[in-house]
Protein backbone atom coordinates (compact mmCIF):
# COMPACT_ATOMS: atom_id res chain seq x y z
CA UNK A 1 0.00 0.00 0.00
CA UNK A 2 3.28 2.05 0.57
CA UNK A 3 4.52 1.92 -2.25
CA UNK A 4 1.12 2.38 -4.31
CA UNK A 5 0.84 5.47 -2.41
CA UNK A 6 4.34 6.83 -3.41
CA UNK A 7 3.91 5.90 -7.20
CA UNK A 8 0.42 8.01 -7.28
CA UNK A 9 1.94 11.22 -6.41
CA UNK A 10 4.77 11.33 -8.24
CA UNK A 11 6.51 13.92 -9.50
CA UNK A 12 8.20 14.46 -13.07
CA UNK A 13 11.95 15.41 -13.33
CA UNK A 14 11.98 18.46 -14.99
CA UNK A 15 15.62 18.22 -16.29
CA UNK A 16 15.29 15.19 -18.79
CA UNK A 17 18.33 14.39 -20.99
CA UNK A 18 19.15 12.04 -23.52
CA UNK A 19 22.76 11.66 -22.45
CA UNK A 20 20.65 10.12 -19.29
CA UNK A 21 19.39 7.32 -21.07
CA UNK A 22 21.43 3.99 -20.52
CA UNK A 23 19.71 1.67 -22.84
CA UNK A 24 21.14 -1.54 -23.65
CA UNK A 25 24.35 -2.24 -23.48
CA UNK A 26 25.55 1.45 -22.52
CA UNK A 27 24.25 1.10 -18.56
CA UNK A 28 26.99 -1.39 -18.35
CA UNK A 29 29.69 0.15 -20.11
CA UNK A 30 29.40 3.11 -17.97
CA UNK A 31 27.73 1.11 -15.09
CA UNK A 32 31.62 2.27 -12.84
CA UNK A 33 31.11 6.15 -13.36
CA UNK A 34 27.39 6.15 -12.35
CA UNK A 35 28.26 4.01 -9.54
CA UNK A 36 31.58 5.65 -8.25
CA UNK A 37 30.02 6.60 -5.30
CA UNK A 38 27.97 3.77 -4.02
CA UNK A 39 30.15 0.79 -5.58
CA UNK A 40 26.79 -0.84 -6.47
CA UNK A 41 27.84 -3.95 -8.59
CA UNK A 42 26.40 -4.09 -11.46
CA UNK A 43 22.96 -6.77 -11.43
CA UNK A 44 24.04 -9.89 -13.81
CA UNK A 45 23.11 -13.35 -13.49
CA UNK A 46 26.12 -14.77 -12.10
CA UNK A 47 26.50 -12.15 -9.29
CA UNK A 48 23.30 -13.00 -7.94
CA UNK A 49 23.35 -16.24 -8.00
CA UNK A 50 26.62 -15.98 -5.61
CA UNK A 51 24.15 -13.43 -3.48
CA UNK A 52 21.57 -15.59 -3.45
CA UNK A 53 23.64 -18.58 -2.43
CA UNK A 54 24.80 -16.62 0.64
CA UNK A 55 21.56 -15.46 1.41
CA UNK A 56 18.51 -17.63 0.61
CA UNK A 57 15.97 -15.55 1.57
CA UNK A 58 17.19 -13.17 -0.93
CA UNK A 59 15.83 -15.81 -3.64
CA UNK A 60 13.31 -13.77 -5.93
CA UNK A 61 10.15 -15.56 -7.44
CA UNK A 62 11.28 -15.14 -10.89
CA UNK A 63 14.59 -16.53 -12.42
CA UNK A 64 17.57 -14.93 -11.86
CA UNK A 65 18.35 -13.99 -15.48
CA UNK A 66 15.01 -12.29 -15.57
CA UNK A 67 15.82 -10.32 -11.80
CA UNK A 68 18.61 -9.18 -13.54
CA UNK A 69 16.97 -7.75 -16.37
CA UNK A 70 14.25 -5.93 -14.35
CA UNK A 71 17.13 -4.78 -12.02
CA UNK A 72 19.05 -3.54 -15.19
CA UNK A 73 16.00 -1.60 -16.41
CA UNK A 74 15.22 0.03 -12.63
CA UNK A 75 18.72 1.16 -12.72
CA UNK A 76 18.01 2.81 -16.14
CA UNK A 77 14.98 4.28 -15.27
CA UNK A 78 16.62 5.69 -11.82
CA UNK A 79 19.22 7.29 -13.98
CA UNK A 80 17.08 8.71 -16.41
CA UNK A 81 14.79 10.72 -13.93
CA UNK A 82 12.11 7.52 -14.03
CA UNK A 83 11.97 7.40 -10.04
CA UNK A 84 8.48 6.27 -9.60
CA UNK A 85 9.18 3.13 -12.19
CA UNK A 86 12.43 2.62 -10.56
CA UNK A 87 10.61 1.63 -7.43
CA UNK A 88 7.98 -0.15 -9.20
CA UNK A 89 10.09 -2.08 -10.72
CA UNK A 90 12.90 -2.92 -8.08
CA UNK A 91 10.30 -3.31 -5.78
CA UNK A 92 8.61 -6.08 -8.67
CA UNK A 93 12.07 -8.36 -7.82
CA UNK A 94 11.62 -8.41 -4.06
CA UNK A 95 14.44 -8.08 -1.60
CA UNK A 96 17.22 -7.69 -4.45
CA UNK A 97 15.35 -5.04 -5.38
CA UNK A 98 15.17 -3.11 -2.63
CA UNK A 99 18.67 -1.19 -3.20
CA UNK A 100 17.01 0.62 -6.18
CA UNK A 101 14.08 1.07 -4.54
CA UNK A 102 15.09 2.74 -2.07
CA UNK A 103 17.55 5.18 -3.26
CA UNK A 104 15.10 6.22 -5.80
CA UNK A 105 12.98 6.91 -2.86
CA UNK A 106 15.46 8.67 -1.06
CA UNK A 107 16.42 11.01 -4.23
CA UNK A 108 13.08 11.35 -5.20
CA UNK A 109 12.29 13.05 -1.32
CA UNK A 110 15.17 14.53 -1.27
CA UNK A 111 14.49 16.59 -4.41
CA UNK A 112 11.04 16.72 -5.86
CA UNK A 113 8.82 16.02 -2.78
CA UNK A 114 7.72 19.28 -1.24
CA UNK A 115 5.65 18.39 0.86
CA UNK A 116 6.64 17.70 4.18
CA UNK A 117 4.30 15.16 5.46
CA UNK A 118 5.14 13.16 2.27
CA UNK A 119 8.74 13.76 2.36
CA UNK A 120 9.52 12.42 5.82
CA UNK A 121 6.97 9.17 4.94
CA UNK A 122 9.06 8.30 1.85
CA UNK A 123 12.18 8.30 4.09
CA UNK A 124 10.86 6.16 6.80
CA UNK A 125 9.19 3.35 3.99
CA UNK A 126 13.23 3.64 2.40
CA UNK A 127 14.60 2.90 5.92
CA UNK A 128 12.01 0.43 6.84
CA UNK A 129 13.02 -1.63 3.31
CA UNK A 130 16.72 -0.99 3.90
CA UNK A 131 16.94 -2.71 7.58
CA UNK A 132 14.65 -5.40 5.97
CA UNK A 133 17.44 -6.17 3.48
CA UNK A 134 20.49 -5.67 5.82
CA UNK A 135 18.67 -7.85 8.47
CA UNK A 136 18.31 -10.58 5.84
CA UNK A 137 21.56 -9.92 3.99
CA UNK A 138 24.47 -8.63 6.47
CA UNK A 139 26.64 -8.23 4.08
CA UNK A 140 25.19 -5.94 1.40
CA UNK A 141 27.05 -2.56 2.31
CA UNK A 142 24.75 -0.59 0.21
CA UNK A 143 21.49 -2.09 2.67
CA UNK A 144 23.52 -0.78 5.85
CA UNK A 145 24.01 3.15 3.54
CA UNK A 146 20.69 3.58 2.78
CA UNK A 147 19.26 2.64 5.92
CA UNK A 148 21.50 5.96 7.18
CA UNK A 149 21.12 7.60 4.59
CA UNK A 150 16.71 7.32 4.53
CA UNK A 151 17.44 8.13 8.23
CA UNK A 152 19.67 10.99 7.97
CA UNK A 153 16.98 12.55 5.64
CA UNK A 154 14.75 12.01 7.90
CA UNK A 155 16.72 13.42 11.03
CA UNK A 156 17.03 16.74 8.80
CA UNK A 157 13.15 16.97 8.10
CA UNK A 158 12.35 16.53 12.16
CA UNK A 159 15.41 18.61 13.36
CA UNK A 160 18.51 16.61 13.87
CA UNK A 161 17.67 18.20 18.07
CA UNK A 162 14.56 15.83 17.51
CA UNK A 163 16.28 13.06 15.91
CA UNK A 164 19.25 12.84 18.36
CA UNK A 165 16.52 12.77 21.44
CA UNK A 166 14.97 9.99 19.62
CA UNK A 167 18.31 7.98 19.17
CA UNK A 168 18.02 8.30 15.34
CA UNK A 169 21.94 9.41 15.82
CA UNK A 170 23.64 6.14 16.83
CA UNK A 171 21.85 4.30 14.10
CA UNK A 172 22.59 6.54 11.62
CA UNK A 173 26.36 6.37 12.42
CA UNK A 174 26.26 2.94 13.18
CA UNK A 175 24.68 1.90 9.73
CA UNK A 176 26.98 4.19 7.84
CA UNK A 177 29.95 3.05 9.64
CA UNK A 178 28.71 -0.54 8.48
CA UNK A 179 28.39 0.45 5.05
CA UNK A 180 31.63 1.21 5.22
CA UNK A 181 33.44 -1.50 7.03
CA UNK A 182 32.12 -3.35 4.29
CA UNK A 183 32.74 -0.69 0.94
CA UNK A 184 35.83 1.00 2.16
CA UNK A 185 35.71 3.06 -0.62
CA UNK A 186 32.16 3.76 -0.61
CA UNK A 187 32.44 7.98 -0.83
CA UNK A 188 28.66 8.09 -0.59
CA UNK A 189 28.84 6.60 2.91
CA UNK A 190 31.84 9.10 3.69
CA UNK A 191 29.68 12.23 2.98
CA UNK A 192 26.98 10.61 5.07
CA UNK A 193 29.55 10.54 7.76
CA UNK A 194 30.97 13.24 7.55
CA UNK A 195 27.13 15.37 7.82
CA UNK A 196 26.58 13.21 11.05
CA UNK A 197 29.46 14.46 13.08
CA UNK A 198 28.76 18.10 11.59
CA UNK A 199 25.34 18.00 12.12
CA UNK A 200 25.85 16.34 15.66
CA UNK A 201 28.64 19.29 16.17
CA UNK A 202 26.07 21.94 15.08
CA UNK A 203 23.54 20.92 17.28
CA UNK A 204 25.23 19.79 20.44
CA UNK A 205 28.65 21.65 20.36
CA UNK A 206 31.80 20.24 19.88
CA UNK A 207 32.58 18.86 23.67
CA UNK A 208 28.73 17.38 24.26
CA UNK A 209 28.91 16.29 20.48
CA UNK A 210 32.28 14.15 20.81
CA UNK A 211 31.39 12.96 24.39
CA UNK A 212 27.84 12.16 23.93
CA UNK A 213 28.06 11.01 20.03
CA UNK A 214 31.85 10.22 19.04
CA UNK A 215 31.40 13.42 16.90
CA UNK A 216 34.41 15.54 15.97
CA UNK A 217 35.48 18.30 13.67
CA UNK A 218 38.47 16.41 11.94
CA UNK A 219 36.30 13.57 11.84
CA UNK A 220 33.63 15.29 9.35
CA UNK A 221 36.78 17.00 7.24
CA UNK A 222 38.63 13.60 6.85
CA UNK A 223 35.44 11.64 5.92
CA UNK A 224 34.15 14.43 3.50
CA UNK A 225 38.12 14.55 1.69
CA UNK A 226 37.94 11.07 1.53
CA UNK A 227 34.86 11.30 -0.44
CA UNK A 228 36.29 13.64 -2.66
CA UNK A 229 39.06 10.95 -3.09
CA UNK A 230 36.83 8.53 -3.75
CA UNK A 231 34.28 10.47 -6.26
CA UNK A 232 36.36 13.20 -7.49
CA UNK A 233 33.18 13.97 -9.64
CA UNK A 234 30.97 14.24 -6.76
CA UNK A 235 28.86 17.51 -6.29
CA UNK A 236 27.04 15.95 -3.32
CA UNK A 237 30.28 15.63 -1.70
CA UNK A 238 31.37 19.16 -2.01
CA UNK A 239 27.84 20.96 -1.21
CA UNK A 240 27.70 18.23 2.06
CA UNK A 241 30.99 19.60 2.76
CA UNK A 242 30.27 23.35 2.23
CA UNK A 243 27.27 22.87 4.27
CA UNK A 244 29.56 21.04 7.14
CA UNK A 245 31.84 23.76 7.10
CA UNK A 246 29.35 26.36 7.44
CA UNK A 247 27.78 24.27 10.53
CA UNK A 248 30.94 23.59 12.24
CA UNK A 249 32.80 27.22 11.51
CA UNK A 250 30.70 29.43 10.64
CA UNK A 251 32.29 32.32 9.15
CA UNK A 252 35.91 31.20 9.53
CA UNK A 253 35.21 28.99 6.74
CA UNK A 254 32.94 30.85 3.98
CA UNK A 255 35.09 31.53 1.45
CA UNK A 256 36.34 27.58 1.24
CA UNK A 257 32.55 26.84 1.85
CA UNK A 258 31.55 29.22 -0.96
CA UNK A 259 34.61 27.54 -3.20
CA UNK A 260 33.32 24.33 -2.89
CA UNK A 261 29.46 25.42 -3.99
CA UNK A 262 31.19 26.88 -6.91
CA UNK A 263 33.08 23.45 -7.83
CA UNK A 264 29.82 21.78 -7.43
CA UNK A 265 27.96 24.37 -9.87
CA UNK A 266 30.36 23.30 -12.52
CA UNK A 267 30.38 19.39 -12.30
CA UNK A 268 28.95 17.30 -15.06
CA UNK A 269 26.28 15.42 -14.45
CA UNK A 270 26.17 12.05 -16.03
CA UNK A 271 22.04 11.16 -14.74
CA UNK A 272 19.52 12.42 -12.57
CA UNK A 273 21.02 12.10 -9.66
CA UNK A 274 23.82 14.52 -10.64
CA UNK A 275 22.25 17.09 -11.99
CA UNK A 276 19.61 17.71 -8.90
CA UNK A 277 23.27 17.54 -7.11
CA UNK A 278 24.05 20.45 -9.79
CA UNK A 279 21.06 22.40 -10.10
CA UNK A 280 20.94 22.71 -5.85
CA UNK A 281 24.62 24.12 -6.04
CA UNK A 282 23.57 26.77 -8.90
CA UNK A 283 20.49 27.79 -6.86
CA UNK A 284 22.10 28.13 -3.29
CA UNK A 285 25.04 30.08 -5.12
CA UNK A 286 21.92 32.32 -6.77
CA UNK A 287 20.23 33.62 -3.73
Given at each position: MAETRAKTRWHGFRFADAAYDYSGESLEKH???LHLGDCEPFPEPAGLKKLVALHPT??????????ATAL??????YHRGDFGEAIELGLGVGLLGYDVANKATSIYATYLES???AKTALFLEAARRAE???AAAKSIPNAWYLHGQALGRYSQCI??????????GGKVKSSLERAISLQRHHADAHIGMGVYHAAVIHQAGAMIGGLAYGASKDAAVQHFETALKLNPHSAIARI???????MMFGKEKLRQATALYEEASACSPVDAMERLDVELAKSELDD
Open positions: WSRLKPSMSLAKAQDAWRADKEELSSVAKALAQGLEFANGLA
